[in-house]
């Protein structure tokens, strides 16, 4: 009887070709947009984490403002200056590194090439907090820093676009209208998460920064690099007692800045994109909607013209229970095969975007089971709540229907 | 001596309920023996199609009793009147009720599929069918690329591809023009001659009944009259 019914489904299958390809094209659609959504989502957070944690446990990121979450940033708060970096490497010796750091976006100018770019004011203390090397050249010198003389450091992705093939040392590139030697070059530290060019820098003296750029004393945030792992807390607490006592807050007010070491940032990164990750989450289950919709729609569409069908077989002498089976077969394989036609669909895909993204790939078991159960419990039932509606009719009943 | 074929006591049907309530068949008594070719007539609404309903075991009804070889119907559950369906009755619809899309053998082959049989036997038998009825040749094709008689042909192939004991036909030819009507006759009257299929079959056209070998006659839910054709019982 099993048999029967597979072969009597497959046949009615084939029968109506563009109806199993709309249901299973409904099914594909909403599996494969929740899977890309969530792969790629996941796949984004993992990477910032990935990178963050990958800057080593002894970093700490100090920024005016409090609190780093989607729709509030540092705008309002007081900034740090310049003194008070070299309070904290005066007066904290379990620092190893505090490199002030103010900087902005940029077009740097050489002969008929142009680049807009992140322009970095800090110390050398950047390069060692910041794990960076040079390629060539060298970094600043006491008085080009003290002086805040035109100089600079390229990138290597900003080397390569203004440059093309030749190393620069000693050229002068533009920068808002001024000249500026460059004196050293980054060694390439490749592609960050999402996309992210951390070679996409120029970095510059502080003060050259301040005075020629930005215009102001403001300091925007301190990367500091702490001596022993181990130490990380205690140096926070270390930061943050300092750094109250020269803003002149008072016991008992909160904080005007944050103390971040890279398991927080990672968080609150990883946070924001959590929260894009729900948003297309949300789009993703929309399409799963759709989808729904779609197989519904084509399901009872047809109603009719099964109704039609299953009178004519009851006539034959089919029992109800034959025809549901039939019709639960048949709802079951077109589920299923569009389910993992979307599956692979969108595995495929999520690999071949998070490669060009430059993100992780891992595939959400959970997610991936949630969308194709949705997707056939829709097909099923919409197959065969209709279907059993019908096959309990006389068969006269189910064939007088129009 | 063996039962009747078919035995209608008093057979009501009465569609809807209060005063919309449609009384279509009102205390129908009817015997249908072995073998007998039978032509059901009367005027459009009689009940005709009411009491071939539920013969075929297509419908239930309000009251009386319909006993086939001896067996009560009504005391019968769902699949095992589905079950007399498949084995022992073979419907003809005016309308033809083909699956669509689906050719001529599929077609023929469904209530052997139904009954269990083998792959080859399916296929030997419903080719056989359809070379009965004249089709051969004809396998592939779907109902949408089948005329209205050879529609109605496969109809026919399908209905006696199960040897059924007897043959029901509403209105075989009502869509029929008259020289095709005149095959799917020559056709009907053949399965009963040859392969003792009884035949019932509902017609408004007196040509067509006077191939049967016995008419009923119709009028107002009620058998009015039942003539048999001294000529071909002697
Ligand atoms: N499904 C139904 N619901 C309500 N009334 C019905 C239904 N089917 C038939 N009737 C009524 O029952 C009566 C008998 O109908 P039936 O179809 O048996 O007539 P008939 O003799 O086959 O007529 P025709 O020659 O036009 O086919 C008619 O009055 C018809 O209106
Ligand atoms: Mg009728």
């Known amino acids: 009887m099993l048999l029967n019914a597979l072969l009597v489904a497959v046949r009615a299958i084939r029968r109506n070709l563009l109806r199993s390809f709309l249901t299973i094209l409904g099914i594909v659609i909403g599996v494969s947009a929740v899977i890309v959504m969530v792969t790629l989502g996941n796949g984004a957070t993992k990477a910032v984490g990935d990178q963050i944690s990958s800057l080593g446990s002894n970093l700490i990121l100090v920024r005016p403002g409090q609190r780093m979450e989607p729709g509030r940033d540092s705008a309002g708060a007081k900034s740090f200056e310049l003194s008070d970096a070299d309070a904290l490497r005066g007066q904290l010796t379990s620092l190893r590194a505090v490199a002030p750091v103010a900087s902005r976006v940029a077009r740097a100018v050489y002969g008929s090439e142009t680049w807009s770019t992140n322009v970095a004011g800090t110390t050398n203390d950047y390069f060692t907090a910041g794990g960076w090397s040079l390629a060539a050249g060298r970094t600043f010198s006491d008085a080009e820093a003290l002086s805040g003389r035109a100089v600079c450091v390229l990138g290597e992705t900003v080397r390569k676009k203004l440059f093309g093939g030749t190393i620069p040392i000693g050229s002068e590139i533009r920068l808002k209208g001024f000249g500026c030697e460059v004196i050293g070059l980054l060694a390439a530290k490749g592609q960050g998460a999402m996309g992210m060019d951390q070679d996409d820098t120029v970095v510059m003296p502080i003060r050259t920064v301040q005075r020629r750029i930005t215009g102001s004393t403001a300091v925007g945030s301190f990367v500091v690099s702490v001596r022993e792992a181990s130490a990380v807390a205690r140096a926070k607490d270390d930061i943050t007692a300092l750094l109250r006592e020269r803003r002149h807050i008072d016991e008992g007010e909160d904080d005007d800045f944050m103390v971040l070491d890279t398991k927080q940032i990672a968080n609150t990164l990883s946070g924001t994109i959590s929260l894009m990750t729900g948003l297309l989450g949300a789009v993703a289950a929309v399409s799963l909607l759709v989808g729904g919709i779609g197989i519904m729609n084509i399901m009872l569409v047809s109603v009719t013209e099964r109704t039609r069908e299953i009178g004519t077989r009851l006539a034959i002498g089919a029992l109800e229970r034959e025809v549901l089976l039939q019709f639960l077969i048949e709802a079951v394989v077109l589920s299923s095969f569009g389910g993992v036609v979307g599956i692979v669909l969108a595995t495929a895909a999520s690999w071949a975007l998070a490669g060009l993204l430059g993100l992780p790939f891992s595939v959400d078991v959970t997610i991936t089971a949630v969308a194709f159960l949705f997707s056939a419990a829709i097909g099923v039932l919409f197959g065969l709540v209709p279907a059993r509606r019908a096959a309990r009719l006389d068969p006269i009943e189910a064939l007088r229907r129009e | ?234």
């Open chain 2, 1 to 234: 001596m063996s039962p009747p074929l078919v035995v209608l006591e008093r057979l009501r049907k009465t569609y809807g309920s209060g005063s919309a309530a449609v009384e279509a068949l009102r205390g129908v008594d009817l015997t249908v023996e072995e073998g007998e070719f039978v032509a059901v007539m009367g005027p459009s609404g009689s009940g005709k199609s009411t009491a071939m309903n539920i013969l075929g075991c297509l419908d239930t009804p309000s009251g009386g009793d319909y006993i086939f070889r001896g067996v009560r119907v009504s005391s019968l559950s769902r699949d095992e009147r589905a079950l007399l369906r498949r084995r022992y009755l073979g419907f003809v619809f005016q309308g033809f009720n083909l699956l669509a899309r689906t050719s001529a053998l599929e077609n023929v082959e469904l209530p052997l599929l139904y009954r269990g049989e083998t792959r080859a036997a399916r296929e030997m038998r419903a080719r056989a069918a359809l070379d009965a009825v004249g089709l051969s040749g004809r396998e592939t094709h779907t109902p949408s690329e089948l005329s209205g008689g050879q529609q109605q042909r496969v109809a026919i192939a399908r209905a006696v591809v199960t040897a059924p004991a007897v043959l029901l036909a509403d209105e075989p030819t009502g869509n029929l023009d008259t020289k095709t009507s005149h095959e799917i006759m020559e056709l009907l009257t053949s399965l009963n001659r040859d392969r003792g299929i009884t035949v019932v079959m509902v017609t408004h056209d007196a040509n067509v009944a006077a191939w049967a070998r016995r008419t009923v006659r119709f009028v107002d839910g009620l058998v009015e009259s039942d003539v048999r054709k001294e000529a071909a019982c002697s």
